[in-house]
Each structure stands twice: as C-alpha cells, then as structure tokens.
C-alpha cells in the first residue's frame, strides 16, 4: 500500500488550503480514511475520518465547520479541505488507512503572519 501527499504550505491566518491524498496497492474504495495532524510537542490526534462510500464521516471538534473530508474513488483520492486556518492548525498532516498502519509521508502546514 502507498499512499503519496500533496498540497500544504504556508498560508495567512483565516485562508484555506486543500490537501490531497493518493492511494494505490490496495482496494481504495473498500476502506475507511482518515487525517491526523502532529504538531511539535505534541501527540498526534485524529482530524477527520470518512467512510468507505464517503457518505459518513466525523472530525474532531477543532475540525468541525472549518475542516471538510471528502473522498473520490475514481481516482483513489481522499481530501482534506481546510478552511479559516489559525496558527494553532499550524502541523505536519498525514492522511490513513482505517484499521491499517498505512501512512501518507506527511505534509507541513503553517499558519502564519
């Protein structure tokens, strides 16, 4: 299984920024996805998780509103898009595979001024 990141950077305080997520190697539309962020001190937490058929998903209460995971398995492609952005959402994002230690690369955002 590989799953390869893209999008991230630097953005100002309250912008937006979409993150991709690319599977291959295994049956992408038959498993749960998730988002993770860690930042620096910090453990890593869950930010969202869709279902298999994108039609559930969940976010963390940090995330809810602002943050929005959606999926397309036509193309293998989770998404995280993330809106009113603040220095505190400022972390190296990973995208995963539900019930499997399966991991993107890991992509930095920063929030800043």
């Known amino acids: 299984a590989q799953l390869v990141q893209s999008g991230g950077g630097l953005v100002q305080p309250g912008g937006s920024l979409r993150l991709s997520c690319v599977a291959s190697?295994?049956?992408?539309?038959?498993?749960?996805m998730q988002w993770f962020r860690q930042s620096p001190g910090n453990v890593r937490e869950q930010v969202a998780t869709?279902?298999?058929?994108?039609?559930?998903?969940h976010y963390a209460d940090f995330a809810k509103g602002r943050f929005f995971i959606s999926r397309d398995n036509a193309k293998n492609t989770v998404y995280l898009q993330m809106n009113r952005l603040t220095p505190e959402d400022t972390a190296v994002y990973y995208c995963?595979?539900?019930?499997?230690?399966?991991w993107g690369q890991g992509t930095q955002v920063t929030v800043s001024s």
């Open positions: 869709i279902g298999s058929d994108g039609r559930i998903s």
């Open positions: 190697g295994f049956a992408f539309g038959t498993y749960g």
């Open positions: 995963k595979v539900v019930l499997m230690e399966w």
